[in-house]
């Protein structure tokens, strides 16, 4: 069964990016930002003003002593960072629900999500990559498809996990749904006018080699992911079919320890942050 017009339909009624976060996001392009404004926009937000005073003085961030005004927070965090922090913030409380399709609990979405999103900035960091925007955020929105395909994968479930299919996840939904949960986030993510790095790592985590653009921030999304999936992080139904990319591996030159480093080091910050965002 297509069920391509209902997925259409749920994308376009799915909830809007909460304006704040657009607001902020736009000013954040401005690379003469004004902190002063910065503060003006947020302030009006007691809820949102308390998180990023708890971000800006968490180890995370390697705050180093305490502060108090949400100026001097916003300086310490870094126009970059307060664009992350912003829309994970703001974001997260859609990953909070259950995906009974796809086998995941309450928070187990945004577990994997921020997994991922750790992960890629350790990978870029190990790497030596100084100028992958976004990447943080790219992490943390991939798999927001899995939201919007859910009760369609849950009507598929048994045609999906036929054992004698051999192809990975994403393929079996795009045969049985006619679309994978990958398109269905790009999809998402350009209706919220998300910038293109990061609609493209949502769309193609899973087939970084296919790729037109922007290969580093694919090739570590994906990477990151897979290996949130290997030590068990927001598996579901699916982490467990799919397969590292070779070319993403060869592109990176990453090595075993490399990845046993990261995993390491994703895992504690994983933690830490995702105690933080709930």
Not at 11 to 40: G, N
Not at 58 to 80: D, E, Q
Not at 169 to 196: C, V, Y
Not at 227 to 250: C, F, N
């Amino acid at each position: 069964m297509n069920y391509l017009k209902k997925i259409e339909r749920r994308i376009q009624e799915f909830p809007e990016m909460p304006a704040m976060c657009r607001t902020l996001l736009q000013s954040l392009e401005d690379p003469d930002v004004d902190f002063k404004q910065l503060e003006e926009q947020i302030q009006y937000d007691p809820g949102l003003t308390s998180n990023v005073l708890r971000l800006a003085n968490s180890a995370y961030f390697g705050a180093t002593g305490t502060v108090s005004s949400l100026r001097v927070a916003l300086m310490r965090l870094g126009t970059r960072r307060v664009s992350e922090v912003v829309t994970a913030i703001l974001v997260s409380p859609m990953m909070l629900r259950s995906l009974s399709g796809y086998d995941l609990r309450s928070q187990d979405l945004l577990e994997h999500s921020v997994w991922v999103a750790v992960a890629s900035e350790e990978l870029a960091r190990l790497m030596g990559y100084r100028d992958v925007k976004m990447l943080f955020t790219a992490g943390l929105l991939h798999d927001m498809g899995k939201i919007i395909l859910d009760p369609f994968v849950r009507e598929q479930r048994d045609q999906l996990l036929q054992e004698q299919l051999t192809e990975s996840f994403d393929r079996r939904e795009q045969d049985f749904i006619g679309m994978s949960h990958a398109q269905a986030g790009a999809n998402l993510l350009a209706k919220w006018n998300i910038p293109e790095e990061i609609t493209a790592a949502a769309k193609w985590h899973h087939d970084p080699e296919s790729a037109p653009e922007y290969p580093e921030q694919v090739n570590m999304v994906h990477l990151a992911d897979i290996l949130g999936y290997s030590e068990g992080i927001g598996a579901g139904i699916d982490g467990m079919k799919y397969r590292a990319s070779a070319v993403a591996h060869k592109r990176l030159g990453l090595k075993k320890s490399d990845i046993e480093y990261v995993a390491s080091l994703t895992l504690d910050k994983m933690n830490e942050l995702e105690s933080l965002l709930t």
